[in-house]
């Protein structure tokens, strides 16, 4: 009985691999559609345009195997650029593009998007080049570079300025990936703040300051903090463990205090395949640092029943326990 199920599972998987490959039959080897692509960016574009990451797309959404991802730049310009699906099979007649229904885009709208997002970056870059030196947009992040050391008291004024900037264009600069800014200066030449900019109202929002891992010297305050904290769990909290998960905060005050945030698992929570399921994580801790001597001034367990609080009230719990610290991030 057993051979002759497995004997069935087994033609059934034939099966379907076979009919899965019948469905692809009809579509165009990778090798086509780059040549098509080619082609169409050739006669189009006269070689202005490249492209990368030309990808098959097929799923039970499109159910078409001709549809492909790609990445379409600029030679010049890498900037310049957008993502998106296309037909490859029938890009040379038509370049309409599959996924943007009744919009009925086509690689010039897509393209005249980039060069309108370029333009406006650009603009930008001109507008704050005496208080930012150099300023990098890439798909996540965009990299603010001071050339210099900074006064903490300047930083939020000059980001509040920067971000009513791009939002007077946030149309237009919106591309649907999620960014942050990172801070670089003198002393920190690979960045040390991550700002991640929230989304409300079609408006970029700054949200709190984050310690970027791209510090220096993050390694060594990474593994302060743990020992630090794995010798108070010793100590006195043996039933908890830590994880990989965590939120550092920095000090907008001073851009040297800051607050790692660790969250917790309680090993007395065993989950098992067939039961239900229990959130191990129950506690947050909390090791407050100075990023200058990398100096671990003082922890304290905020909480051992974050599983029974909401999200809103975990993130009120925090704040008010960096407030009171005297870590300010709002």
């Known amino acids: 009985m057993k051979f002759v199920i497995i004997a069935a599972v087994t033609l059934l998987i034939i099966v379907f691999i076979i009919s899965g490959c019948s469905r692809l039959a009809g579509g165009l080897s990778k090798k086509k559609a780059a040549s098509n692509l080619e082609t169409y960016l050739e006669r189009e574009y006269g070689g202005e345009l490249t492209f990368s990451d030309l990808n098959r797309f097929f799923n039970a959404a499109t159910m078409n195997p001709n549809i492909f991802t790609v990445l379409i730049y600029n030679k010049n310009i890498p ?26 885009k086509t690689i010039p709208d897509l393209y005249n998007g980039a060069l309108n997002r370029y333009t406006i970056r650009q603009a930008i870059i001109t507008d ?14 965009i990299t603010l570079d001071f050339k210099r050391n900074l006064v903490a008291a300047e930083l939020p004024k ?9 939002n007077q264009s946030f149309e237009e600069l919106f591309s649907g990936y999620e960014w942050s800014l990172l801070i670089k200066t003198d002393k920190h030449t690979e960045g040390f703040i ?32 743990e020992e630090t904290l794995q010798a108070k769990l010793n100590a006195s909290y043996t039933n908890y463990k830590i994880t990989d998960y965590k939120k550092i905060y920095l000090d907008k005050s001073s851009l040297s205090k800051g607050a790692w945030v660790h969250y917790l698992n309680d090993k007395r929570v ?61």
């Open 158 to 166: 000059i980001l509040e300025n920067f971000v009513a900037k791009m």
């Open 270 to 330: 065993v989950n098992v395949e067939n039961g239900p399921w229990k959130n191990p994580q129950k506690a947050i801790y909390i090791s407050y640092f100075d990023l200058d001597s990398l100096f671990i001034y003082r922890g304290v367990m905020l909480t051992e029943e974050s599983d029974k609080a909401s999200f809103g009230e975990e993130v009120a719990q925090i704040a008010k326990a960096l407030k009171d610290e005297g870590v300010i991030i709002n």
């Open 128 to 141: 704050f080049k005496n208080d930012i030196p150099e300023i990098i947009f890439s798909t996540d992040i």
């Open 79 to 104: 900037e310049i650029e957008f993502y998106t699906h296309i037909n490859v099979k029938t890009i040379l007649e038509d370049d309409s593009l599959p996924m943007y229904g009744s919009e009925k």
């Open 194 to 225: 991550e700002i991640p900019l929230d989304i409300d109202d079609d408006k970029w929002h700054l949200k709190p300051f984050m310690l970027s891992e791209k510090v220096n010297n993050f390694n060594i305050l990474k593994t302060k903090v």
